[in-house]
Structures are given as C-alpha cells and as structure tokens.
Nanobody, 126 residues
Framework: QVQLVESGGGLVQAGGSLTLSCAAS????????IGWFRQAPGKEREFVAA????????YYADSAKGRSAISRDNAKNTVYLQMNDLKPEDTAVYYC???????????????????WGQGTQVSVSS
C-alpha cells in the first residue's frame, strides 16, 4: 500500500504563488507516475499536471501551462507542484495521485491512478 500526503496549501492573494508537496510512504513510488488533480466545490475532479518516474516527461492541463511546474525528488520520495500567478478560479482541494508502472491509459484521467492523498486546500482571494 502506498500512502501519499499533500502539504503546502493555504490562502493566497491573486497573483501569488504556492508550492505543493506530495510525500510518499514508500521508496517504490519512485517508479510511479505522479499526478496532481484538483476539485472545486460542485465540480468534477480535474487534471492539473503529471510527471513520469524519471522526470523526463511532464504533462500539464491547459489551465496550468505557463503558470505551473511539476518536479520530483525521488531520493526524498516527494513530488512538487509550483503554482504561480494564482487566480481565484484556482481555488480547490488539490490531490496528488500515483499510478503504477504497468498502468494503462492516459495520465489525465483520475481512474487511471491507484493511490490518492487526502488533499490540501488552496484558496485564492481576489
């Protein structure tokens, strides 16, 4: 079983920045693709960004391109999501998720991830 713990959320003014962290409980997660998703009240969970185990490939939702950067430190079993120029519409609970190496399908669909964290709240004031 893999446990994921998100941190780094908070309240920030529009135009500000936050860096979210996703810490994994097992070193084997270093071979997993890690994704970040978010869910606002009354909305479906949506993809934000993902990174492959080596970090050689990254993926971003259109809403995150140019404003976000995903990275990982496998020695620390941690993945980061840096978010800049935050907007009120970025307000949501942010989740990290892990998909095993033999998982099929695309990285931006939640059911393709086996493990999920509990989420961290990001609130952006106007």
């Amino acid at each position: 079983q893999v446990q994921l713990v998100e941190s780094g959320g908070g309240l920030v003014q529009a135009g500000g920045s936050l860096t979210l962290s996703c810490a994994a409980s097992r070193r084997t997660v270093s071979s997993y693709t890690i994704g970040w998703f978010r869910q606002a009240p009354g909305k479906e969970r949506e993809f934000v960004a993902a990174i492959t185990w080596s970090g050689s490939s990254t993926y971003y939702a259109d809403s995150a391109k140019g404003r976000s950067a995903i990275s990982r430190d496998n020695a620390k079993n941690t993945v980061y999501l840096q978010m800049n120029d935050l907007k009120p519409e970025d307000t949501a609970v942010y989740y990290c998720a892990a998909r095993t190496p033999n998982s099929g399908g695309v990285v931006y669909i939640p059911p393709n991830y086996a493990y999920w964290g509990q989420g961290t709240q990001v609130s952006v004031s106007s």
